[in-house]
């Protein structure tokens, strides 16, 4: 792909590294593309990483994730993108098992991540941990991926209910993630209903967007205190680069017990058909009312010419000789 002056998505993002005097372990990019030099679809790829690990050890496995799954996408052909993803967060997750094995301070780091790849108005996303990927569609607000969590897994089984889930000790032991040593296993489920398989659920892949979608991705450090309703909220009455700061306020305003991260992307909204004018038509719409008193006036101008007529045809008939 080749690097694009400007992006034909709108974009912006905002990362906080919360209230508890923490190190901001979040990574995040977002690069626009054209797709070659003969092809000039347009792309945009946005990579979010929330790092876990001792200390630095989480920022340097989210660096190592954005910069090597964007130089890896970047350098690969468009025309296969859900191969093209998997194949960019096994090569990652293979390089930070190598770094960390290379520098034993950073051993035992990883990182959660959630990858959007926009090909023109098509959608391709993949995710591992608790990182989240959001899509708002007028007044609707979709989270399309699934976090790879222990109470995530808990709540699928069934033992565990939604209202137990709040405060447990386990919520954020992360099932799956970038540079763990089991075999990584990306996700490529875009939920769009609850009832899906996830047969079904994968089959979303190459979603088309319309205009006026917004995509929103975000570190747990947003979803923990901040509810999808009110997500929703604020996509809504907001302007696009006003909400990601609006919703690390909130979240701040609330605890802010970790790193939050929100980037949001929005196709633009559909230009107005433009009218054609009169000068090019050569027609000019009437005012209000005006085609009545045109009409009446036709009326009158047709009944005087025939009462004309009708006199000269009489004084024709009067002034012939008997």
């Not at 679809?41 to 630095?56: E, K, Y």
């Not at 970047?74 to 194949?87: E, F, G, K, R």
């Not at 004309?308 to 009067?318: K, Q």
């Amino acid at each position: 792909m080749i690097l694009a002056e400007h992006a034909h998505l709108r974009i912006a993002a905002a990362s906080h590294p919360g209230m508890k005097g923490k190190t901001n372990e979040d990574r995040y990019s977002v690069t626009a593309y054209r797709s070659g030099p003969e092809d000039p679809t347009p792309s945009v790829l946005a990579i979010l990483a929330d790092g876990v690990g001792g200390h630095r050890a989480g920022e340097v496995a989210a660096q190592l994730a954005v910069e090597n799954i964007n130089k890896f996408i970047a350098s690969s052909p468009t025309n296969q993108p859900i191969q093209v993803l998997q194949q960019a967060l096994l090569h990652t997750n293979q390089l930070i098992l190598n770094f960390a094995a290379a520098n034993p301070s950073l051993a035992g780091m990883g990182t959660t991540c959630v990858c959007v790849w926009v090909l023109g108005d098509q959608l391709y996303a993949a995710a591992m941990g608790d990182s989240r990927l959001y899509l708002q569609r007028d007044e609707r607000l979709t989270c399309l991926t699934t976090d790879h969590t222990w109470v995530q897994e808990a709540l699928a089984r069934g033992a565990l209910t939604p209202e137990q889930v709040q405060g447990h000790p386990n919520a954020h032991i992360i099932r799956r993630f970038l540079g763990s040593t089991n075999s990584a296993n990306p996700d490529f489920r875009l939920r769009l209903n609850p009832d899906e398989s996830d047969i079904q659920s994968e089959a979303n892949q190459g979603l088309r967007l319309l205009p006026g979608d917004r995509l929103l991705l975000c570190t747990d450090g947003l979803h923990d205190l901040v509810r999808d309703a009110e997500i929703l909220d604020i996509l809504r009455t907001r302007q696009l680069d006003e909400g990601p700061t609006q919703l690390i306020d909130l979240a701040n305003q609330r605890g802010g017990h970790d790193n939050i991260t929100v980037v949001t992307l929005e196709v633009p909204p559909a230009e107005p058909i433009a009218r054609p004018s009169a000068r090019l038509t050569g027609q000019v719409k009437p005012k209000k009312g005006q085609s009545r008193r045109s009409a009446a006036s036709r009326w009158m101008i047709g009944m005087l010419l025939v009462a004309i007529l009708s006199m000269l045809l009489l004084l024709l008939y009067l002034s012939r000789p008997f």
